[in-house]
């Protein structure tokens, strides 16, 4: 099938590549000319673990193309997906202006017969509002549906390759049938296709989003209730998760959810709460713990150093909002860096893929320093912080990082650490819903 994605960023590059490598012919269509260009020269723009591989093979077998004019880019294709960004308005709400500002143009370039389909994530009843903005000049027929993507950043080609379910709201048998061939592939060991209409696809995106968060705030008041309590958080997340109506994934706590999606759905979502006069009180509660839990780290720090961390030097390992990605969009990292420098201290940052990104965010900020190795981050520095739970962070050589540490301090919000392991090496060591480990 000859398809066009819109917008080509985790998404729409994920969901692109993924499509040319079943088979079919896909144009993916950006309005950044730096990144198009790029990617036209084969480099992949972002950083997500296997997209490498099939990017490259598709490119070769000329199954994926890239452009910067819609016209052409939709030139031919029966289906258009649309992977737009949605971000957050001043008001919480989700900026839609992307998405229909592309809905105008498609109702002028439209040739023939195609399926819309809203791959980004949008409130309830954009569909209908995606369909009068084509419809105000198309010259014929189309179809838009919803199709919520559920991958995660860092899985995101094995979550698109194999998803635990693919969700499509339309009532257009037309519709129905073409994006059933197109997801048969990914769905043949059985992974359900669930057909439904597009509001209850709209609300399915947002639900699970807010469901995924309430889990972390949850675990996230629980962890802090055990360092008062001097319980520990990970034995009560392993008594809890063995119980299957709870499930052992998401129970992690640590210094609060961040990212482009849990951060912006649970806002938009409340925002249309307060649209139809709902009061959803728990996703108040979720946002508001978040907002504390990202403080977190940086209090435990000030109260060790009696609030004072004035000249003081703090390296922080993980910068991106979870591991195996470059995205730093939300990311608690951000919120510990400007608490740190808004108190006089400085930062000698590592993050294996995210680097970049934070130097463009922080721009000629002064205070931040960049190390090119989680080691050189630790050289005279009064205390180790950890915001991201990389793989390499996991089993460091303890020794190593004691002689480069001016004091052997460790200040952890992803508990990697067991806290027998600390005390035997003979580290001063905090984490989150623990008890501290003192030297
Ligand atoms: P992104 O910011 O990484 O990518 C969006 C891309 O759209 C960018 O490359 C941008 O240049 C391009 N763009 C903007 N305006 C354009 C236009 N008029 N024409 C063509 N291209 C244009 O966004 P993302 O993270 O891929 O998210 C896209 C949507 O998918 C959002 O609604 C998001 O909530 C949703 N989503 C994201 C994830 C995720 O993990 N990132 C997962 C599921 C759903």
């Given at each position: 099938?000859?398809?066009?994605?819109?917008?080509?960023?985790?998404?729409?590059?994920?969901?692109?590549?993924?499509?040319?490598?079943?088979?079919?012919?896909?144009?993916?269509?950006?309005?950044?000319?730096?990144?198009?260009?790029?990617?036209?020269?084969?480099?992949?723009?972002?950083?997500?673990?296997?997209?490498?591989?099939?990017?490259?093979?598709?490119?070769?077998?000329k199954r994926l193309v890239f452009t910067t004019n819609l016209k052409e880019g939709i030139d031919g294709a029966e289906v258009v997906f649309l992977a737009l960004p949605?971000?957050?308005?001043?008001?919480?709400?989700?900026?839609?202006?992307?998405?229909?500002?592309?809905?105008?143009?498609?109702?002028?370039?439209?040739?023939?017969?195609?399926?819309?389909?809203?791959?980004?994530?949008?409130?309830?009843?954009?569909?209908?509002?995606?369909?009068?903005?084509?419809?105000?000049?198309?010259?014929?027929?189309?179809?838009?549906?919803?199709?919520?993507?559920?991958?995660?950043?860092?899985?995101?080609?094995?979550?698109?390759?194999?998803?635990?379910?693919?969700?499509?709201?339309?009532?257009?048998?037309?519709?129905?049938?073409?994006?059933?061939?197109?997801?048969?592939?990914?769905?043949?060991?059985?992974?359900?296709?669930?057909?439904?209409?597009?509001?209850?696809?709209?609300?399915?995106?947002?639900?699970?989003?807010?469901?995924?968060?309430?889990?972390?705030?949850?675990?996230?008041?629980?962890?802090?209730?055990?360092?008062?309590?001097?319980?520990?958080?990970?034995?009560?997340?392993?008594?809890?998760?063995?119980?299957?109506?709870?499930?052992?994934?998401?129970?992690?706590?640590?210094?609060?959810?961040?990212?482009?999606?849990?951060?912006?759905?649970?806002?938009?979502?409340?925002?249309?709460?307060?649209?139809?006069?709902?009061?959803?009180?728990?996703?108040?509660?979720?946002?508001?713990?978040?907002?504390?839990?990202?403080?977190?780290?940086?209090?435990?720090?000030?109260?060790?150093?009696?609030?004072?961390?004035?000249?003081?030097?703090?390296?922080?390992?993980?910068?991106?909002?979870?591991?195996?990605?470059?995205?730093?969009?939300?990311?608690?990292?951000?919120?510990?860096?400007?608490?740190?420098?808004?108190?006089?201290?400085?930062?000698?940052?590592?993050?294996?893929?995210?680097?970049?990104?934070?130097?463009?965010?922080?721009?000629?900020?002064?205070?931040?320093?960049?190390?090119?190795?989680?080691?050189?981050?630790?050289?005279?520095?009064?205390?180790?912080?950890?915001?991201?739970?990389?793989?390499?962070?996991?089993?460091?050589?303890?020794?190593?990082?004691?002689?480069?540490?001016?004091?052997?301090?460790?200040?952890?919000?992803?508990?990697?650490?067991?806290?027998?392991?600390?005390?035997?090496?003979?580290?001063?060591?905090?984490?989150?819903?623990?008890?501290a480990v003192n030297s």
């Amino acid at each position: 099938m000859k398809i066009a994605v819109v917008g080509t960023g985790y998404v729409g590059l994920v969901t692109g590549t993924c499509f040319a490598e079943m088979g079919n012919t896909v144009t993916c269509v950006d309005i950044d000319k730096q990144k198009v260009a790029m990617m036209k020269k084969g480099r992949v723009p972002i950083y997500e673990p296997d997209l490498d591989n099939l990017f490259a093979r598709n490119i070769k077998e000329k199954r994926l193309v890239f452009t910067t004019n819609l016209k052409e880019g939709i030139d031919g294709a029966e289906v258009v997906f649309l992977a737009l960004p949605t971000p957050p308005g001043e008001d919480g709400s989700a900026d839609l202006s992307y998405i229909l500002g592309v809905a105008d143009d498609l109702g002028k370039l439209l040739k023939s017969y195609t399926v819309v389909v809203d791959k980004s994530t949008v409130p309830v009843g954009t569909a209908e509002r995606v369909r009068g903005h084509i419809a105000r000049t198309a010259k014929v027929d189309f179809d838009v549906v919803s199709n919520p993507e559920f991958l995660r950043e860092g899985f995101a080609v094995a979550d698109f390759m194999k998803p635990d379910r693919v969700v499509v709201g339309t009532e257009s048998v037309k519709a129905k049938a073409l994006l059933k061939e197109l997801y048969a592939p990914f769905v043949r060991q059985g992974s359900p296709l669930y057909f439904m209409d597009e509001r209850s696809a709209e609300m399915t995106k947002y639900a699970a989003n807010a469901f995924l968060a309430t889990k972390i705030s949850f675990m996230n008041e629980i962890a802090n209730l055990c360092e008062l309590t001097g319980a520990d958080v990970d034995a009560v997340r392993l008594g809890i998760g063995s119980d299957d109506r709870i499930g052992k994934r998401f129970l992690y706590s640590g210094i609060g959810y961040g990212g482009s999606c849990f951060p912006k759905d649970v806002s938009a979502l409340h925002k249309i709460a307060l649209e139809h006069d709902y009061s959803f009180q728990v996703l108040e509660a979720i946002m508001d713990v978040n907002q504390h839990q990202k403080q977190r780290l940086t209090n435990k720090v000030k109260a060790y150093f009696n609030d004072n961390i004035e000249g003081k030097t703090f390296a922080l390992w993980g910068l991106a909002f979870k591991p195996d990605t470059d995205d730093i969009r939300e990311a608690p990292a951000l919120e510990i860096i400007k608490g740190l420098l808004d108190n006089g201290a400085r930062v000698q940052a590592y993050d294996p893929e995210a680097i970049e990104n934070v130097k463009k965010y922080f721009g000629n900020e002064t205070g931040i320093s960049y190390a090119i190795s989680a080691y050189e981050a630790l050289k005279q520095a009064d205390a180790l912080l950890i915001a991201t739970e990389w793989e390499q962070f996991r089993t460091p050589d303890f020794a190593q990082m004691k002689k480069l540490l001016r004091k052997p301090l460790i200040f952890d919000g992803r508990n990697l650490y067991s806290l027998r392991l600390m005390r035997e090496q003979g580290f001063h060591y905090e984490s989150i819903g623990r008890k501290a480990v003192n030297s």
